[in-house]
């Protein structure tokens, strides 16, 4: 097999679009979610952003980084969550893929993504923020921590988990979430993608046994 190597300075000087899609590779596959936010206003947002992190259990917390606004483009949902201060994440099936990818497209703020590409909207008692009506994953964070990168001038939001939905079917007796049984999408770069199936298990890893499949 024949191996690309690159360098830095290869990297440096290779075109803004195929840098982006390349570096948007390397972390590999992850859960795509719809972003649903609103302005004060009560003007609805709604985007596909898949830079989700696992802060903690312990408060429930899921962190994200966006873009922020700049020359080119406006970015509605950090502006939205900065003036709200409450986001929905909404993990989507593979036959609502398209509807969910051109969510990406930069609409202007008066056109709420929901309504331009065909998802509706549910409100949940008590929560200012839109969700996607039927996700099979559905969760509510208030804002807890916002952190401006300096490296790079993107923004870390940290949000605490306040409402989760889910379908019962989907819930395993330890606890977690089977994620295939929700049919839930996971991407790859800015362009993939695609439904894992359940694939292996294992029970906690220790030194003194073999790993045990569950
Ligand atoms: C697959 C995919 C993943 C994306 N992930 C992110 C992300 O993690 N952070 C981000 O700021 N933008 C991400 N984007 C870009 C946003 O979806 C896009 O900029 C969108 O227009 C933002 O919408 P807004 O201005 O309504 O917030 C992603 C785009 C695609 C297609």
Redesign the pocket.
């Known amino acids: 097999m024949s191996v690309i190597s690159v360098t830095s300075r290869e990297l440096a000087d290779m075109p803004r679009a195929e840098r982006a899609l390349l570096i948007?590779s390397l972390p590999g596959y992850k859960t795509?979610m719809l972003?649903g936010?609103c302005d004060a206003q009560g003007q609805t947002?709604?985007?596909?952003?898949?830079?989700?992190v696992h802060l903690g259990s312990n408060p429930p917390l899921l962190a994200?980084?966006?873009?922020p606004?700049s020359g080119q483009?406006?970015?509605?949902?950090?502006?939205?969550i900065l003036e709200t201060r409450c986001w929905t994440l909404n993990g989507f099936t593979l036959d609502r893929a398209a509807q969910?990818?051109q969510?990406?497209?930069?609409?202007p703020?008066t056109q709420s993504?929901f309504d331009a590409c065909g998802l509706e909207e549910e409100w949940l008692p008590a929560f200012a923020a839109p969700f996607v009506k039927d996700a099979p994953l559905q969760i509510g964070c208030v804002l807890r921590e916002h952190q401006p990168l300096a490296i790079n001038g993107?923004h870390m939001v940290i949000g605490e988990v306040q409402r989760l939905h889910y379908p019962e079917a989907a819930r395993r007796t330890d606890g977690a979430l089977a994620l295939d049984a929700m049919g839930l999408v996971a991407?790859a770069?800015?362009?993939?993608?695609t439904q894992p199936d359940k694939g292996l298990r294992f029970a906690p890893a220790d030194t003194e046994t073999a790993p045990a499949a569950l």
Request: hydrophobic share 30%; net charge neutral.
């Open positions: 948007n795509g972003v936010t947002n709604l985007a596909i952003i898949s830079s989700q994200m980084i966006l873009r606004t483009s406006e970015r509605h949902t950090l502006g939205n969910a990818h969510t990406s497209a930069p609409y703020k993504e993107t991407i770069g800015l362009d993939t993608y």
